[in-house]
Antibody
Framework: EVQLVESGGGLVQPGGSLRLSCAAS????????MHWVRQATGKGLEWVSA???????YYPGSVKGRFTISRENAKNSLYLQMNSLRAGDTAVYYC?????????????WGQGTLVTVSS | EIVLTQSPGTLSLSPGERATLSCRAS???????LAWYQQKPGQAPRLLIY???SRATGIPDRFSGSGSGTDFTLTISRLEPEDFAVYYC??????????FGQGTKLEIK
Protein backbone atom coordinates (compact mmCIF):
# COMPACT_ATOMS: atom_id res chain seq x y z
CA GLU A 1 0.00 0.00 0.00
CA VAL A 2 1.37 3.39 -0.99
CA GLN A 3 1.77 5.72 1.97
CA LEU A 4 3.09 9.26 2.24
CA VAL A 5 3.47 10.70 5.73
CA GLU A 6 4.46 14.33 6.22
CA SER A 7 6.00 15.79 9.35
CA GLY A 8 7.83 18.89 10.51
CA GLY A 9 5.08 21.47 10.43
CA GLY A 10 4.53 23.96 13.22
CA LEU A 11 4.52 27.58 14.24
CA VAL A 12 7.35 29.77 12.97
CA GLN A 13 7.94 33.50 13.04
CA PRO A 14 8.05 35.59 9.87
CA GLY A 15 11.52 35.41 8.37
CA GLY A 16 12.14 32.05 10.00
CA SER A 17 12.88 28.63 8.55
CA LEU A 18 11.31 25.21 8.71
CA ARG A 19 12.10 21.83 7.18
CA LEU A 20 9.30 19.49 6.20
CA SER A 21 9.76 15.76 5.66
CA CYS A 22 7.71 13.17 3.82
CA ALA A 23 8.26 9.47 4.48
CA ALA A 24 7.28 7.26 1.58
CA SER A 25 6.49 3.55 1.61
CA UNK A 26 4.79 0.91 -0.50
CA UNK A 27 6.48 1.82 -3.78
CA UNK A 28 9.92 2.28 -5.33
CA UNK A 29 10.47 5.85 -4.20
CA UNK A 30 13.51 6.47 -6.38
CA UNK A 31 11.49 5.82 -9.54
CA UNK A 32 8.97 8.62 -9.06
CA UNK A 33 8.93 12.38 -9.40
CA MET A 34 7.71 13.91 -6.16
CA HIS A 35 6.01 17.20 -5.31
CA TRP A 36 4.89 19.50 -2.56
CA VAL A 37 1.46 21.15 -2.84
CA ARG A 38 0.02 23.54 -0.27
CA GLN A 39 -3.41 24.73 0.73
CA ALA A 40 -4.18 27.75 2.87
CA THR A 41 -7.17 27.34 5.16
CA GLY A 42 -10.37 27.57 3.17
CA LYS A 43 -8.46 28.15 -0.07
CA GLY A 44 -7.47 26.18 -3.13
CA LEU A 45 -4.44 24.09 -3.98
CA GLU A 46 -1.10 25.59 -4.98
CA TRP A 47 1.82 23.64 -6.39
CA VAL A 48 5.00 24.47 -4.48
CA SER A 49 7.84 22.37 -5.84
CA ALA A 50 8.86 19.25 -7.73
CA UNK A 51 11.88 16.99 -7.85
CA UNK A 52 12.63 14.49 -10.56
CA UNK A 53 14.19 11.10 -10.24
CA UNK A 54 17.52 12.58 -11.29
CA UNK A 55 17.30 15.29 -8.62
CA UNK A 56 16.23 18.06 -11.00
CA UNK A 57 14.09 20.63 -9.19
CA TYR A 58 11.32 23.03 -10.17
CA TYR A 59 9.50 25.86 -8.38
CA PRO A 60 6.86 28.47 -9.08
CA GLY A 61 7.87 32.08 -8.80
CA SER A 62 6.12 32.50 -5.44
CA VAL A 63 8.68 30.32 -3.61
CA LYS A 64 11.69 30.26 -5.92
CA GLY A 65 14.83 31.27 -4.04
CA ARG A 66 13.22 30.67 -0.64
CA PHE A 67 12.20 26.99 -0.76
CA THR A 68 14.41 24.01 -1.60
CA ILE A 69 13.08 20.55 -2.36
CA SER A 70 15.35 17.54 -1.96
CA ARG A 71 15.14 13.78 -1.68
CA GLU A 72 17.07 10.97 -0.03
CA ASN A 73 16.26 7.80 -1.90
CA ALA A 74 18.12 5.57 0.56
CA LYS A 75 15.70 6.73 3.24
CA ASN A 76 12.62 6.91 0.99
CA SER A 77 12.26 10.50 2.08
CA LEU A 78 11.31 13.83 0.54
CA TYR A 79 12.12 17.19 2.10
CA LEU A 80 11.16 20.82 1.78
CA GLN A 81 13.47 23.43 3.29
CA MET A 82 11.56 26.67 3.69
CA ASN A 83 13.45 29.89 4.41
CA SER A 84 12.41 33.53 4.72
CA LEU A 85 8.91 32.45 5.59
CA ARG A 86 6.04 34.89 5.23
CA ALA A 87 2.49 34.98 6.57
CA GLY A 88 1.30 34.03 3.09
CA ASP A 89 3.15 30.72 3.38
CA THR A 90 0.75 29.60 6.10
CA ALA A 91 -0.93 26.45 4.81
CA VAL A 92 -1.24 22.72 4.99
CA TYR A 93 1.62 21.24 2.99
CA TYR A 94 1.04 17.96 1.18
CA CYS A 95 3.60 15.73 -0.45
CA UNK A 96 2.32 14.04 -3.56
CA UNK A 97 3.54 11.43 -6.00
CA UNK A 98 3.44 12.06 -9.74
CA UNK A 99 1.77 9.03 -11.26
CA UNK A 100 4.60 8.35 -13.71
CA UNK A 101 7.40 10.44 -15.21
CA UNK A 102 5.91 13.30 -17.18
CA UNK A 103 2.33 12.31 -16.31
CA UNK A 104 1.58 15.72 -14.87
CA UNK A 105 -0.89 14.55 -12.25
CA UNK A 106 -0.70 13.25 -8.69
CA UNK A 107 -2.01 9.81 -7.83
CA UNK A 108 -1.13 9.65 -4.12
CA TRP A 109 -1.10 12.35 -1.47
CA GLY A 110 -0.07 12.46 2.15
CA GLN A 111 -2.38 13.70 4.89
CA GLY A 112 -0.56 17.02 5.13
CA THR A 113 1.33 18.98 7.76
CA LEU A 114 0.29 22.46 8.92
CA VAL A 115 2.74 25.34 8.74
CA THR A 116 1.75 28.54 10.52
CA VAL A 117 3.84 31.67 10.02
CA SER A 118 2.98 34.20 12.68
CA SER A 119 4.59 36.39 15.31
CA GLU B 1 1.11 30.74 -16.88
CA ILE B 2 -2.15 29.03 -17.70
CA VAL B 3 -5.04 30.02 -15.43
CA LEU B 4 -7.85 27.55 -14.80
CA THR B 5 -11.28 28.97 -13.96
CA GLN B 6 -13.88 26.62 -12.53
CA SER B 7 -17.61 27.19 -12.57
CA PRO B 8 -19.87 27.37 -10.79
CA GLY B 9 -18.20 28.25 -7.51
CA THR B 10 -20.90 26.36 -5.65
CA LEU B 11 -23.35 23.81 -7.03
CA SER B 12 -26.38 22.80 -4.96
CA LEU B 13 -27.97 19.53 -6.00
CA SER B 14 -29.80 16.57 -4.50
CA PRO B 15 -28.69 12.95 -4.35
CA GLY B 16 -29.63 11.16 -7.55
CA GLU B 17 -29.25 14.27 -9.68
CA ARG B 18 -26.62 14.85 -12.37
CA ALA B 19 -23.74 17.24 -11.70
CA THR B 20 -21.82 19.09 -14.40
CA LEU B 21 -18.67 20.96 -13.36
CA SER B 22 -16.73 23.18 -15.73
CA CYS B 23 -13.02 24.01 -15.99
CA ARG B 24 -11.93 26.64 -18.49
CA ALA B 25 -8.28 27.33 -19.30
CA SER B 26 -6.82 30.69 -20.31
CA UNK B 27 -4.82 28.92 -23.05
CA UNK B 28 -5.14 25.59 -24.75
CA UNK B 29 -4.24 22.63 -22.53
CA UNK B 30 -3.18 19.27 -23.81
CA UNK B 31 -5.88 16.77 -22.89
CA UNK B 32 -3.15 14.47 -21.67
CA UNK B 33 -2.39 16.93 -18.90
CA LEU B 34 -5.79 17.75 -17.42
CA ALA B 35 -6.83 16.07 -14.18
CA TRP B 36 -9.67 16.30 -11.66
CA TYR B 37 -9.52 15.76 -7.90
CA GLN B 38 -12.08 15.43 -5.14
CA GLN B 39 -11.41 16.80 -1.67
CA LYS B 40 -13.51 16.28 1.43
CA PRO B 41 -13.12 18.37 4.61
CA GLY B 42 -9.99 17.49 6.54
CA GLN B 43 -8.75 15.13 3.86
CA ALA B 44 -6.15 15.22 1.13
CA PRO B 45 -7.26 15.52 -2.48
CA ARG B 46 -8.09 12.27 -4.28
CA LEU B 47 -7.38 11.74 -7.97
CA LEU B 48 -10.56 11.11 -9.96
CA ILE B 49 -9.74 11.72 -13.62
CA TYR B 50 -6.50 12.05 -15.57
CA UNK B 51 -5.85 12.68 -19.24
CA UNK B 52 -9.15 14.60 -19.27
CA UNK B 53 -11.26 11.45 -19.47
CA SER B 54 -9.55 8.44 -17.86
CA ARG B 55 -10.85 7.33 -14.48
CA ALA B 56 -8.27 6.67 -11.79
CA THR B 57 -8.11 3.29 -10.11
CA GLY B 58 -11.15 2.56 -7.98
CA ILE B 59 -13.20 5.54 -9.15
CA PRO B 60 -16.87 4.65 -9.81
CA ASP B 61 -18.09 4.91 -13.38
CA ARG B 62 -20.63 7.57 -12.44
CA PHE B 63 -17.66 9.96 -12.68
CA SER B 64 -16.65 10.95 -16.19
CA GLY B 65 -14.46 13.62 -17.73
CA SER B 66 -14.55 15.21 -21.15
CA GLY B 67 -13.31 18.18 -23.10
CA SER B 68 -10.36 19.49 -25.02
CA GLY B 69 -8.49 22.69 -25.75
CA THR B 70 -9.70 25.23 -23.21
CA ASP B 71 -12.96 23.66 -22.01
CA PHE B 72 -13.18 20.62 -19.80
CA THR B 73 -16.07 19.05 -17.88
CA LEU B 74 -16.43 16.68 -14.97
CA THR B 75 -19.79 14.93 -14.88
CA ILE B 76 -21.23 12.90 -12.02
CA SER B 77 -24.15 11.00 -13.51
CA ARG B 78 -26.13 10.25 -10.35
CA LEU B 79 -24.99 11.89 -7.14
CA GLU B 80 -24.40 9.71 -4.13
CA PRO B 81 -24.26 11.23 -0.61
CA GLU B 82 -20.49 10.69 -0.49
CA ASP B 83 -19.96 12.78 -3.65
CA PHE B 84 -20.63 16.09 -1.92
CA ALA B 85 -17.19 17.67 -1.70
CA VAL B 86 -14.94 20.22 -3.39
CA TYR B 87 -13.64 19.41 -6.87
CA TYR B 88 -10.49 20.80 -8.46
CA CYS B 89 -9.18 20.66 -11.98
CA UNK B 90 -5.42 20.74 -12.56
CA UNK B 91 -3.17 21.12 -15.55
CA UNK B 92 0.48 20.50 -16.29
CA UNK B 93 2.15 22.96 -18.60
CA UNK B 94 5.12 22.79 -20.91
CA UNK B 95 6.98 25.28 -18.74
CA UNK B 96 7.05 22.65 -16.02
CA UNK B 97 4.30 24.33 -14.06
CA UNK B 98 1.32 22.77 -12.39
CA UNK B 99 -1.77 24.86 -11.77
CA PHE B 100 -5.13 24.18 -10.13
CA GLY B 101 -8.51 25.74 -10.57
CA GLN B 102 -10.03 27.51 -7.59
CA GLY B 103 -12.46 24.66 -6.96
CA THR B 104 -16.18 23.97 -7.19
CA LYS B 105 -18.04 23.13 -3.99
CA LEU B 106 -20.74 20.55 -4.56
CA GLU B 107 -23.25 20.84 -1.73
CA ILE B 108 -26.46 19.06 -0.83
CA LYS B 109 -29.57 21.01 -1.74
Amino acid sequence: EVQLVESGGGLVQPGGSLRLSCAASGFTFSSYDMHWVRQATGKGLEWVSAIGTAGDTYYPGSVKGRFTISRENAKNSLYLQMNSLRAGDTAVYYCAREAKPGAGYFDYWGQGTLVTVSS
Amino acid sequence: EIVLTQSPGTLSLSPGERATLSCRASQSVSSSYLAWYQQKPGQAPRLLIYGASSRATGIPDRFSGSGSGTDFTLTISRLEPEDFAVYYCQQYGSSLSYTFGQGTKLEIK
